[in-house]
């Protein structure tokens, strides 16, 4: 019998959230945060290798050397997703896993990794949605520039065309990059992610060097896989509410909505940066790295739009009097993420939070899928979704999460709004599958609904890991 034999079937019956036949249900990861075997297999370093291993970097001193060790685990692993009834496993492919120096000779026992691990999810009827780069830099890419140079650009396009011919054959869904404001600009400017810098005019370019390489990849994609593949790029984008009806706060709320949103939808899908951000980040960079020709690559039309939503912020004008609030859960690093918004605050609010801190509200998920839909018509996919708690495992064996269970009820249920409202939104991956490195917070935080015990990398299914299977099994959210 196996964990989920156990669990009490529910009905659909009364249950008015039905979704759409075929809607995908997924479950989520990346490489670093869950495959160890850092140094296995010709893999090298990647920046968050390094980061994690500079003392002072991540909670505890945590890596991602082990991890959840599904580099040796996977085959378990999916047969967890099996169990799960996830149709759908969205997993991201470790650059220097496959290219160890970033350019140049191909690592074959790194492809082979990604090439059983496609097989072996394809045998189980589970569709493999793969993330080309999610945030794990090669090392030596990072020490010629990183995403300030333009060659990574280039660099980028190749490990793509490298991935599409050895796994175009069995994976047709494919991800450029997974939420590139966070390699920009908690990365580049903030600190708090590798490679550690705090420089926002290395953020803003990075942002530009990000976007050309997904869409020189974008296009080695097309030239490479069958007509059928479906080609994406994944954001996180904000949800940004302005604190009052105050002009002031509509004006900071506007800048967030620029930096985190704007600035990737307007190159993406209008092929032009918004004026505004580039006025108030003026201060900051002369923005010379966009060069003649870059916009129209960066527009290359994609298939679909991944999205990745938490939580909204509240964001207020900072007069500069008051000690400036920060509430927007991007930690205290030497750098401030938010370049040209020194006027800007993050506000915290009452209610209820998760681990993270971050407040539990899905009004915003609806808010936020009605709104892309409106302004770019383009199909979207919740790529990540989800909430960290402190769990533990009971005295009866079993991980009790009712507040993950309630948060994703709630999720779930406001993607059921947003389609109904007519936003075409075709699968939810839940973030996340196991419990992982969570980066800068290391094994402190568990995102996923399926528990790890660290120590003896057993897996124990969640309340929540339950809940996702009726959900997934009735195509419905189950009534309470
Ligand atoms: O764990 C991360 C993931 O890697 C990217 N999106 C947010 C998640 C939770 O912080």
Redesign the pocket.
């Given at each position: 019998m196996t964990q989920l034999d156990a669990v009490e079937d529910s009905t659909v019956e009364g249950s008015a959230l039905v979704f759409p036949d075929g809607f995908v249900w997924g479950t989520a990861t990346?490489a670093y945060?869950i495959e160890g075997g850092a140094a296995e297999g010709g893999r090298t370093p990647s920046i968050w290798d390094t980061f994690s291993h500079t003392p002072g970097k991540v909670f505890a001193g945590d890596t991602g050397d082990v991890a959840a060790d599904h580099y040796h685990r996977y085959r378990d692993d999916v047969a967890l997703m099996a169990e799960l009834g996830a149709a759908a496993y969205r997993f991201s492919t470790s650059w220097s896993r496959v290219i160890p120096t970033g350019t140049g000779p191909i690592n074959r026992e790194g492809i082979d990794f990604y090439s059983r691990l496609v097989d072996e999810l394809l045998a189980r009827n589970i569709t493999p949605t793969l993330t080309l780069y999610?945030?794990d830099l090669p090392q030596e890419l990072q020490d010629a520039g990183g995403w300030t140079v333009r060659d990574t650009a280039y660099r980028f396009a190749d490990y793509a065309a490298v991935m599409a011919d050895a796994l175009g054959d069995r994976v047709a869904y494919w991800t450029t990059l997974?939420?590139p404001w966070?390699s920009a600009f908690l990365g580049y400017a903030a600190g708090v992610h590798a490679p550690g810098h705090t420089d926002g005019a290395e953020a803003l370019a990075a942002v530009h060097h990000l976007l050309l390489g997904h869409g020189l990849a974008i296009q080695a994609l097309r030239a490479a896989l069958p007509a059928k593949a479906q080609l994406a790029i994944t954001l996180?984008p904000a949800v940004a509410r302005p604190a009052t009806s105050s002009a002031d706060d509509a004006r900071a709320a506007s800048k967030v909505d620029g930096l985190q949103n704007r600035i990737w939808l307007d190159p993406l899908f209008r092929g032009r940066y918004p004026d505004d951000v580039r006025a108030f980040t003026a201060e900051v960079s002369d923005w010379s790295h966009v060069q003649d020709g870059d916009l129209p690559i960066i527009a290359t039309p994609i298939d679909v739009l991944g999205v990745?939503y938490?939580n909204p912020v509240i964001v207020a004008h900072y007069d500069g009097v008051k000690p400036r609030a920060h509430a927007d859960g991007h930690g205290d690093g030497a750098g401030d993420p938010w370049p040209g918004c020194a006027d800007v605050q993050f506000l915290d609010r009452p209610g209820r939070h998760t681990a993270?801190g971050w407040p539990v509200d899905a009004t915003g998920l609806r808010d936020l899928l009605a709104r892309l839909w409106s302004d770019h018509h383009t199909p979207m996919y919740i790529t990540?979704n989800?909430a960290?708690y402190d769990d533990v495992v009971d005295a009866d064996g079993q991980v009790h999460d009712p507040e993950r269970v309630q948060y994703l009820g709630e999720h779930f249920a406001a993607v059921h709004d947003a389609i109904a409202d007519g936003a075409d939104v075709r699968g939810y991956y839940v973030?996340?599958l196991l419990d992982?490195f969570?980066?800068s917070y290391g094994y402190s935080?568990r995102?996923g609904v399926v528990y790890v015990d660290f120590d003896s990398q057993e897996r124990t299914t969640k309340d929540s890991g339950k809940f996702f299977a009726r959900t997934a099994r009735n195509n419905a959210v189950p009534t309470p």
């Open positions: 990346a945060q999610h945030w997974n939420e966070c996180n990745n938490y993270m990540e989800g960290a973030w996340s992982n969570e980066w935080k995102f």
